[in-house]
């Protein structure tokens, strides 16, 4: 069976060289933070962990918009915790259902290269029609590049946050995220300005429910 997903690969930029200088002990501790944020991404925006790659991952997504806003989620908390910074290559397109778990692509291949190719803190996406990023995240030109294996040259943009100058972003207070308040929503149904700070509806109904449950309890 044929169907359209998005991939991603991440990677620690520089592990081994870590591991060596500061031994077997604190790279585990490093990679545990990384795996423990990248799971918590995974399962806020519905993407799937395929598989652990040593000091990386494999993601992959249904969901357009998923796999950007995951992988942006964990450059973002990694920054503020890791002392090793990440990397991301991110290809969508069709791919074969394989053994019933497994996928079989070359956008697949394509995602890795680009992981390969992305810099330190840098998120690398094939330009695809369904390849798209949520409201507070941007895109920009990155160029075209080559990917052996593929006929034709590769069109690549860079993804981030959405950020409008001069102006300072609100946290949101569920996934952690500065988002641009020219786009922030607040709870449905709610009014005060304050509120207005969540990157979702999803994050801004977790923390509906959540402050629902501290009332009851109190």
Known sequence: MRVDRCFAFIDLCGFSAYTEEHGDEEAVSVLSMMRSVVR??????????????????????????????????????????SPLDVRVGICRGPVLVFDGDDYVGSVINVAARLCDRAGPGQLLMAEHPDATVPSWAATRPFGTIEVPGLTRSLVVREVDMRRTPDVTPVMDPVCGLPIDPAVAVAPAGVEAEHLRCFCSSTCAEHWGRASARRVRVA
């Open 40 to 81: 918590r991404a995974a399962d806020r925006r519905g993407v799937r962990v395929m598989k652990w790659l040593g000091d990386g991952a494999m993601l992959s997504g249904a969901e357009r918009g998923s796999i950007a806003a995951a992988t942006l989620e964990i450059r973002h908390h990694l920054g503020g915790a």
